[in-house]
């Protein structure tokens, strides 16, 4: 027999009545204020056409990789639930293997989210099991027949304000303009510019997207200027379709100060006979630095995210390619590799740099204390694997007292999973409310301090480090 | 006058009443299931002959580094003592300098353990000090003298169900075959192989280990075909004597992958000129990939113990020995050291591999993020200094929000110290029991999977992960 | 409107009425005990010439980096209050600055802080905002202007033991001299001996440091036994003014056993031709070595504050000088770096080394494990970022299960902001209580030991640590 499915109200709120009764109100008074998402990973295209989603599996399962990296780690085949490159599977036959592991997820995030989505969405009220699969399957499907369920319709009743999209620097944005020029959507659909591709030069598929890139403002593409350019060009069409910022997925936050000539030579070299290893590092390191000189001119907004080894493993790379559960966290340093950049940028009120970890080791150590000085860095959200409630708190304690509030951007979701977004953004609503509430039951912050930020963290702390205003 | 000495029957309960309640009735469920002990440093002989313990000093002192370190800090000369290989001492003169500094223990987790012992085993009920050391000794001495604390005895009465011990590849292990010949014992205590004072080519009994293991099956010292071979003969003799488990103690989690000719001469160089430090290193990561291999054919779960700083006081290391609490963590490094080993087994389910740490750091950032993709990968229980209620927690909480519960290894006590071996079986059935209630109070998993958990990471856990059914 | 700015009795406490209870309970046995402060950075010149404090600004803000650079985080500019080496400012602009951003500081340290000294020195009991910035910096002024808030009155009033400042090697102590002959003035004011300018090559300044330095013992600067004779006779000179301990700021705690032969080679080269980057590291850690072994000799307490990236922001550095809140932590090594020097000298009684960290990564990993076996080794009170209440909570929980609470130093002030140190000292005893409490109500530690160490560590262990009887 299924055991039932439920969706405490004061959920995430501590066990002490008094801090409960003080959560539940900071909590109140933002839970319904719209979702800013300034950083995530929606399809525009699903917006634009609209069309219903397919199935459980494919909405809950196939594409997230939180979710079927735990079934791996089980020992479950994922070409049997189509992950990635793999064939297409039937999607209740998948379904049913989701649902008898279901006990995989308990106390993960992905469990709390997928709960939340559950519940609340579809008005399921029994935990997933063997049993019940089939019926939950059916439930969800007939849910998603209906016009609540398009993805236009979700998106206003979440409701989301704003989402941005990361994007390819040479994308059309087809599907932005598309949006933003039809009157029926209301909604704030923008792009983000991710250069990743065009900067790693270790990538098999570097030296195609630079002839892309230079070819794109007329350039050979041995020449750096023409390198250089192409970025500029395409920041400023991304601008002129409402991108905010830029974002950098780098193995590790460095920074390098290198001249127009000596930069130049490197590229050069990585055109026509490649870079060595050290050599790519510290291409990408002067790219990053030249990036934030470009941020400068332009205003977009630097949001930086790394620390991740790719592709751990070659077996799952090679089935199934890349984001498919087996990307590891590295030890991330931040102080001497960001220091270029921040020597020569850090005081410039026209930069905003947004640092993200999934090493939490650094936030008391390292970005607590530079965010805490330099106008120009902010704390990224909890990313990822620490995305997560416990987490979230002990981002909160380790930061707070040394940089206060002012300094973290506000909740940003990262998503794939387009229905999880509510979700994620209660979810750190709540966590906020409940710092908030033990720092004044602590004598630490006032009342009103406590009403101010549980505000300005919801909304007009992610409006303000991304320029949404 | 001493002050009393209590157990408090909530005892690591959290002061909140309504999670204090739910932690009980979970703990109540498995406080008396019987002790799943697969790996530690108990002596099989004592338990085959079966004399009682000579006395409180030698029971809880001499051999408990945990303990005669924290006297050392204090300035005590741990000759007075008779640690290691000093001469033996009075243990009554030793028991005196115990309990006079009984405080030096509050707080720590062996202070917690003691006091668990002493309670609910001799029926103490004052705190140790000057004044009642004499008399707490003869009780102590009174109680070791029945029957019922004959080593048998205790292991029933426990009750322990599987009981590990730790073995050097060429032990005879007749003490092991003689307890499972031996009608009267029922208790099942089984080798483990740990192999590194084969491996660890900078210690100076290496070459004579060596030499053995290669003459065990007959081969001269320089051939490596031998050395391996009298591994997996070794591996075969420990599997048929009950073994389920491999143990290494390195440096580092390091693998290395690396053909047999390289190896091999690698192999050669150590037996006939010596490595240099590097090479001791790539030595030891390419037989760790190697011993992964192993177990793949034969089966034997690998556990890996790295990240300590052995014999860090020389001066000590040199009156003392080894184990005498002077080894000291450093920071360690999984994701990039071990990926070769897991990308090539990391998704074989003959492989289980458990990663064991005192480096916290790593919990969120690299062991929860592996476990919770590779099949073949477990959490290690929290291990040496953190094996502790406050740092339990916190494993707890930085790895669930990743892995879940079912990534974790079960607890694991690792001791030398027979008569804690309920004590910290227990402290860890309360700590997930309390773990177990937050999450439930906080509405993040449901009653069914509390109950469902608290039941499995007791038992079914760590006979799934060790192989004990 | 100004929201009430209010001072919680019980602040800190948790919000569970039991923990409360006995946190109160042993807080009000050690909240009067006269404040002992072994490390700190108050000019003595203050006391000795007991002139009034000027203003709110110079008080609260000129000179204290926790403050301002969050002011700086928010895009103010530092000239504008008039920071370091920037020009003088009016005082009362300065403040409205401050007052007007009042809310970067909800949830830091330095706003708790604040709030007490506002409360409990002020009697305000208005949260400082734009509107009653003139009236908080007149309140303020009336207070400064009467007797009761002369710095000497203050120092009684608070009450303060012993405070510790921090000096060069070759301060004449004039200061304090005077103020121990001062009869009228029945405070201890001690010196502490810091030689980090004389050692660190690096800096511009070394080479007349280290002349006069050796000139004070008539050598030549070019000879090493006089480098070595003008640290032992300042060291000497210290000591008969009271001091008690040496401090050094080092990069690293890094030990380097290093002959007189090639140590003093090395100082030649320094002075005559410079050293490279890695030979200034080797030379500050043979000195680090050096100053242990000077220590055995004639019992100074060494104070160890590694891990700091000083003037991260050359602009900053450059318009405002040094300590003008761009110091970043980096991430600090201790079980290996330090591991000569405790070789050597780390069993020997007469040692005294108390190891600070602005790493936590490193309390449960490297020292808590150290001061747990070596009797010269303590733990120091966390310091600077984290010398604030969650921080030092998680600082206990670090430490105290492996090393209980005998082998840490005690509270350490740290700090230039004289008004703030009974704020400070308060924050720790409510912390430790917290600690404490919570500890009796799981059953860890008795009520007998609970009370014997909030006094222990608020009097008896920074005595015992820093030699103070």
Redesign the interface.
């Known amino acids: 027999m299924a055991?039932?499915?439920?969706?405490?109200p004061?959920?995430?709120?501590?066990?002490?009545e008094?801090?409960r009764d003080l959560a539940r109100e900071l909590y109140t008074t933002v839970k319904d204020l719209p979702i800013i998402s300034p950083h995530g990973h929606v399809n525009p295209q699903m917006l634009l056409d609209n069309e219903p989603f397919s199935d459980a599996t494919n909405l809950f399962l196939t594409y997230d990789h939180y979710v079927f990296?735990?079934l791996?780690?089980?020992?479950i085949d994922l070409t049997k639930i189509g992950v990635g490159k793999s064939d297409p599977v039937d999607p209740r036959t998948a379904w049913r293997i989701f649902c008898e592991n279901w006990?995989?997820?308990?106390?993960?995030?992905s469990?709390?989210w997928l709960t939340h989505e559950f519940v609340t969405l579809f008005g399921i009220d029994e935990?997933p099991c063997a049993e019940n699969a089939d019926k939950l399957f059916d439930i969800i499907a007939e849910k998603l027949s209906t016009p609540e369920f398009r993805p236009r319709a979700l998106f206003d009743s979440f409701p989301i304000s704003v989402l941005a999209t990361t994007d390819d620097p040479l994308d059309s944005l087809e599907y932005h303009a598309a949006l933003a020029a039809d009157e029926t959507f209301t909604g704030q659909v923008i792009p983000t510019w991710r250069p990743d591709a065009y900067v790693n030069t270790r990538k098999p598929e570097w030296r195609s997207k630079v002839e892309a890139l230079t070819a794109s403002v007329g350039q050979p593409v041995d020449s750096f200027e023409g390198y250089l350019e192409g970025f500029r060009a395409s920041r400023a069409r991304f601008i002129e379709n409402g991108a905010v910022s830029a974002d950098f997925g780098v193995a590790h936050p460095l920074a390098v100060d290198m001249d127009d000539a000596e930069l130049g030579a490197l590229y050069h070299k990585a055109v026509h006979e490649g870079l060595t290893a050290e050599e790519s590092d510290i291409f990408e390191g002067a790219m990053l630095f030249r990036f934030a000189g470009m941020s400068v001119e332009d205003g977009l907004v630097m949001t930086v995210h790394p620390g991740v080894?790719r592709n751990?493993?070659?077996?799952?790379f090679t089935t199934f390619g890349p984001d498919t559960?087996?990307?590891?966290?590295?030890?991330t340093?931040y102080?001497?590799n960001i220091?270029p950049l921040?020597?020569k940028y850090?005081?410039d009120?026209r930069l905003h740099l947004v640092l993200f970890t999934?090493?939490?080791?650094v936030y008391?150590?390292?970005l607590?204390?530079?965010?805490?000085?330099?106008?120009s860095?902010f704390i990224g959200a909890p990313w990822w694997?620490?995305d997560?409630?416990?987490?979230v708190l002990?981002f909160r304690?380790?930061t707070?007292?040394?940089?206060?509030?002012?300094?973290s951007s506000g909740f940003i979701d990262d998503t794939r999973a387009f229905l999880s977004i509510p979700a994620r953004h209660d979810m750190s609503r709540r966590l906020d409310s409940v710092f908030l509430a033990?720092?004044v039951?602590?004598?630490?912050?006032?009342r009103?301090?406590a009403f101010?930020?549980i505000k300005a963290l919801t909304s007009d702390q992610p409006r303000k480090v991304f320029k949404l205003d």
């Open positions: 055991s039932p499915l439920f969706l405490d004061d959920r995430l709120f501590p066990a002490d008094k801090t990296r735990m791996h780690s089980a020992g006990r995989l997820l308990d106390g993960t995030a469990g709390y935990e080894y751990h493993n070659t077996e799952s559960g087996h990307d590891i966290p590295v030890q340093e102080t001497k220091q921040l020597d850090g005081n009120p999934i090493d939490e080791t008391s150590r390292e607590a204390p530079l965010a805490g000085f330099y106008p860095v694997f620490i997560a409630p416990d987490a002990r304690a380790a707070t007292e040394t940089a206060g509030f002012s300094r033990r720092y039951i602590e004598g630490r912050i006032s009103t301090a101010h930020w």
